[in-house]
């Protein structure tokens, strides 16, 4: 019987993320697996969690929410759940997640970040039309982000909403500034406008995509939350963008050697 462990992706699901810049991985994390991080996603958030967030702000909320409602939307976001939990610290060497996102971008993977984003009950906060690549700039496509699901994702909890084929247009100009997170103009990209696909998941399943794919999700109207977890890896060639390439950039290698390009060799003083 195949385990989560020793899980391998299909060419198919492999040409869908290289033509379709997405593909969902079902059950890639065990029900036993799934039970030990959302107990363990719990307890970070009991313990650390202290703010009553809305989620992202911006003026993009006057085009995704009613009138009135655009302060009433909750949130939870906690980065590097690892910091807290030596089961979250596992998941970055997780075998079935390991062995997938290299073959999706090559032997030698670094780790970039582990978000939280979690949905709560009835008025979990919407996420307008946007490319996680603003957020996160780098110097190559090779980045993929997976989205691991603690909770069964439906379509009324606000699941991930994807425009297929849309991250071969490469980096966008998003909406910027102090005021906001990065979002697409409304005028250009917006479901009233944009064909979006709804991907439902399962606990257990991971949504697979580029930050180059121009993705979305509505309010969690269920009533039931809606956790997942965001995990970045990258070809650990890449380096971000204006960072200087004589200067070290260094985080956790999960698979294969990372080389060395401009930066001084290492010495011991």
Same mark, same amino acid.
Request: net charge negative; hydrophobic share 30%; with cysteine.
């Given at each position: 019987?195949?385990?989560?462990?020793?899980?391998?992706?299909?060419?198919?699901?492999?040409?869908?993320?290289?033509?379709?810049?997405?593909?969902?991985?079902?059950?890639?994390?065990?029900?036993?697996?799934?039970?030990?991080?959302?107990?363990?996603?719990?307890?970070?958030?009991?313990?650390?969690?202290?703010?009553?967030?809305?989620?992202?702000?911006?003026? !993009?909320?006057?085009?995704?929410?009613?009138? *009135?409602?655009?302060?009433?939307? #909750? /949130?939870?976001?906690? %980065?590097?759940? $690892?910091?807290?939990?030596?089961? !979250?610290?596992?998941?970055?060497?997780?075998? *079935?997640?390991?062995?997938?996102? #290299? /073959?999706?971008?090559? %032997?030698?993977? $670094?780790?970039?970040?582990?978000?939280?984003?979690?949905?709560?009950?009835?008025? *979990?906060?919407?996420?307008?039309?946007?490319?996680?690549?603003?957020?996160?700039?780098?110097?190559?496509?090779?980045?993929?982000?997976?989205?691991?699901?603690?909770?069964?994702?439906?379509?009324?909890?606000?699941?991930?909403?994807?425009?297929?084929?849309?991250?071969?247009?490469?980096?966008?100009?998003?909406?910027?500034?102090?005021?906001?997170?990065?979002?697409?103009?409304?005028?250009?990209?917006?479901?009233?406008?944009?064909?979006?696909?709804?991907?439902?998941?399962?606990?257990?399943?991971?949504?697979?995509?580029?930050?180059?794919?121009?993705?979305?999700?509505?309010?969690?109207?269920?009533?039931?939350?809606?956790?997942?977890?965001?995990?970045?890896?990258?070809?650990?060639?890449?380096?971000?963008?204006?960072?200087?390439?004589?200067?070290?950039?260094?985080?956790?290698?999960?698979?294969?050697?990372?080389?060395?390009?401009?930066?001084?060799?290492?010495?011991?003083?």
């Amino acid at each position: 019987m195949t385990t989560s462990r020793d899980f391998q992706l299909s060419p198919t699901q492999i040409d869908q993320y290289h033509s379709d810049g997405y593909f969902k991985a079902e059950g890639l994390f065990d029900s036993d697996e799934v039970k030990e991080l959302g107990y363990e996603m719990n307890g970070i958030i009991d313990e650390w969690w202290g703010e009553d967030s809305i989620g992202w702000r911006g003026p !993009w909320r006057d085009h995704y929410l009613p009138e *009135g409602q655009q302060q009433e939307t #909750r /949130a939870v976001f906690l %980065s590097n759940p $690892q910091y807290y939990s030596a089961a !979250w610290g596992r998941v970055l060497f997780h075998q *079935g997640l390991n062995d997938s996102v #290299r /073959a999706l971008i090559g %032997s030698a993977v $670094q780790w970039h970040h582990s978000v939280l984003h979690a949905k709560p009950p009835e008025r *979990g906060t919407p996420f307008p039309m946007h490319q996680d690549y603003p957020f996160y700039p780098h110097d190559g496509p090779h980045f993929v982000d997976c989205l691991v699901h603690l909770d069964d994702a439906p379509l009324e909890s606000g699941c991930l909403r994807v425009i297929p084929g849309s991250h071969k247009q490469g980096p966008l100009e998003h909406i910027e500034g102090e005021h906001t997170r990065p979002y697409l103009p409304p005028d250009l990209y917006h479901p009233s406008i944009t064909e979006s696909l709804p991907v439902p998941a399962k606990a257990g399943d991971v949504i697979f995509f580029s930050y180059y794919l121009i993705h979305w999700s509505e309010q969690n109207q269920s009533d039931s939350w809606r956790r997942s977890v965001r995990i970045g890896f990258h070809s650990a060639d890449m380096r971000p963008v204006d960072h200087d390439p004589t200067t070290p950039y260094h985080k956790f290698m999960i698979d294969g050697l990372k080389k060395r390009g401009e930066e001084a060799k290492l010495t011991y003083k």
